[in-house]
């Protein structure tokens, strides 16, 4: 279905600002309509926007008998194509309308669950697959793809190479805490990938610079609005690289992301109601507060915050209420990170990690920074950490076999897609989210 009769060409609606006196077809579902006696007046949705389609009757019943009144009657999310010419309408949203000159309906649907009214979000998340063809979900998640693309544009960009990493995996990279168990074999378990951080690790030390990008799986048994159990995460690693640059890749990441979204998703940052203006200020550079200034803001500002602490929510948003922009927050105790964690030389108490926290109260949403190299040392720490040495052997051959500085982050596709929308909870920013209780559509 690529080439339409009559003379009328195939557009997609978001294309139709171009297309002005042409005649054009869009083949789509219908989203809403008004009528006012000789009119109708048709929103028509086709996945990449929403135009108006005005139908005048006593024209329409010259050329298509009985067609007005079909339409008339048609329910809502209802397929149909409609043909006609394009006209500047400067109070649409779209800049344009379309005259109906002809419409074919492909199926009457059956009356559409989800209403003008005020839904529960129990409601719609139970229709989420059809939930998302509503204006708000999507919008956000046509933004969500723009950040993926964005994102890969970047790394393209820059020398990295795509080197994924498996999602079944013999053993934890964050912690013990939060595996999804499998059976892999009949005597074999395996686990759903936390981060593909370790094996990014092994890319890099073949590759140089590397980044993998795909879903990772924690088996988070809180329900907030930042956490999914299924989320999409890009890891880069970078061989011969220490703190300050990862710190500096963060910065230009997402001024690079932003940029983006605001160069190519206007029109559905007005459909969030994003304030753009806030976004158009994230620019490097981006303010950087070392843990223990975090921890003296904190108390300054009278939160119950002791040294040592990992930062909860309130903590995270009172640290970024004090920026514009992201702000990184480095130099952590090592006791609340990962195994891999690399300790700053100046301070053994400390690693030299670097949490990005975005700003708005949205929290972190980029966590990483570089990696011990010392195999006695890491040795050391999967001990201290529980963890089955025998399954971190091939990790400790990159330390075996050329041992270089060397550091990373990954970046919460969905955390940054909230913030950059401004929508409350994550669950919005993935098209079909896995949370503690929901698995279903
Ligand atoms: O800070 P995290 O746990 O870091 C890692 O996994 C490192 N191994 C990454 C690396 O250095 N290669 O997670 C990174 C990011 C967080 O900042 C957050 O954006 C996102 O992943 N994230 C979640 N997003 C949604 N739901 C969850 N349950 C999340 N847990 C982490
Ligand atoms: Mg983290």
Excluded at 144 to 156: E, G, N, P, Q
Excluded at 227 to 239: D, Q, T
Excluded at 345 to 352: E, S, T
């Amino acid at each position: 279905m690529s080439s339409a009769d009559g003379g009328y060409e195939v557009v997609a609606a978001e294309h139709l600002p171009a297309k002005v006196g042409q005649k054009v077809e869009v083949r789509g579902w219908l989203y809403n309509r008004r009528s006012s006696g000789k009119l109708h007046f048709l929103e028509v949705r086709d996945g990449t926007s929403i135009v108006q389609a005005v139908a005048y009757g006593p024209d329409l019943e010259k050329t298509h008998p009985g067609l007005f009144e079909k339409l008339g009657a048609l329910p809502q999310e209802s397929s149909l194509i409609i043909r006609g010419a394009v006209k500047a309408s400067p109070k649409q949203a779209l800049g344009v309308e379309i005259g109906l000159e002809a419409a074919e309906i492909v199926a009457v649907a059956e009356p559409y669950p989800i209403t003008k009214k005020e839904h529960s979000p129990e409601f719609l998340l139970e229709r989420r697959h059809l939930w998302i063809r509503s204006k708000m979900q999507h919008a956000t998640l046509r933004i969500r793809a723009r950040i993926i693309k964005a994102i890969r544009d970047f790394f393209d960009e820059r020398g990295f190479l795509c080197v994924d990493s498996p999602i079944f995996t013999p053993s934890a990279c964050e912690g013990t805490t939060d595996l999804f168990e499998v059976d892999y074999l009949e005597d074999t378990k395996a686990y759903l990938s936390q981060s593909g951080q370790l094996y990014a690790e092994a890319s890099a030390m073949a590759f140089g610079k590397v980044y993998c990008f795909g879903p990772t799986f924690r088996a988070e048994k809180s329900k907030t609005r930042r956490h999914l159990r299924e989320f999409w995460m890009v890891e880069p690693e970078m061989a011969y690289a220490t703190l300050d640059d990862v710190m500096v890749l963060m910065e230009e990441l997402i001024v690079f992301i932003v940029a983006a979204v605001l160069k190519d998703r206007r029109p559905e940052l007005a459909v969030l109601e994003r304030d753009v203006k806030k976004l158009e200020a994230i620019q490097r550079p981006f303010p950087r507060l070392h843990y223990s200034d975090a921890v003296e803001l904190l108390k300054k500002k009278g939160l119950p915050f002791e040294w040592g602490g990992d930062f909860g929510a309130p903590d995270e948003a009172t640290i970024s209420g004090e920026y514009d922009r992201p702000v990184l927050v480095h130099r952590f105790p090592a006791a609340i990170k990962a195994f891999y964690a690399k300790r700053d030389p100046q301070d053994d108490r400390l690693a030299l990690g670097c949490d990005c926290l975005a700003p708005e109260g949205y929290g972190e949403i980029i966590g990483g920074g570089e990696r011990a190299t010392d195999i006695a040392f890491l040795e050391k720490m999967i001990a201290e950490h529980k963890l089955p040495k025998e399954a971190f052997e091939w990790y400790l051959d990159l330390r075996r076999y050329g041992s270089v500085p060397h550091a990373g982050f990954g970046l919460g596709v969905e955390r940054t897609t909230a913030w950059i929308c401004g929508t409350h909870h994550v669950r919005e920013c993935i098209p079909y989210p896995r949370m503690l209780y929901r698995i279903v559509p």
